[in-house]
């Protein structure tokens, strides 16, 4: 192993899957391309949270996409944490932003967005878009164009 993977606690080792929402399970590893932009696609199809009124489980699949900076997120880490939601209660409004933001404050990228594809349940599915771009650069911009863009 190199000394970058010697930091990495989850890669290589066995699972311990939280049973909570567990945010200081994710990792990052450093981007060896930095003087690049370039998107990098994360796709969780099988993400499971709870209903935070009925309890009953909601599915969806999560994707995420990044221009990293410095840091980007390991990808076992990050299946760990997602994981997590599956005893949690939230909308599935509120588990995209808390992902969003999460991945916000742990990588500080360029620009992310997180999409939530879930399931219907009562004939109605629910597909929320959250986006950030670094503020005071062309990434903000990017934010917003992909936000008034944004179609499903």
């Not at 945010?23 to 370039?38: A, S």
């Not at 939230?90 to 990588?107: G, T």
């Amino acid at each position: 192993m190199n000394r970058e993977q010697d930091n990495l606690q989850a890669l290589g080792h066995k699972s311990n899957i939280p049973d909570t929402y567990a945010p200081e399970v994710l990792e990052t590893f450093e981007n060896r391309h930095p003087e690049r932009d370039y998107w990098v696609q994360l796709n969780c199809p099988e993400f499971t949270t709870l209903c935070p009124i009925t309890g009953q489980p909601d599915f969806a699949e999560i994707k995420i996409l990044y221009i990293p900076d410095v840091q980007m997120v390991e990808s076992k880490s990050l299946k760990l944490y997602l994981f997590s939601f599956r005893n949690h209660g939230d909308f599935h409004e509120d588990c995209v932003n808390i992902i969003m933001n999460d991945l916000v404050k742990l990588m500080d990228p360029r620009y992310i967005e997180v999409v939530g594809l879930f399931v219907p349940r009562g004939g109605i599915s629910i597909h929320p878009f959250a986006n950030y771009g670094r503020p005071g650069t062309k990434y903000e911009a990017l934010a917003e164009h992909r936000m008034t863009n944004y179609k499903l």
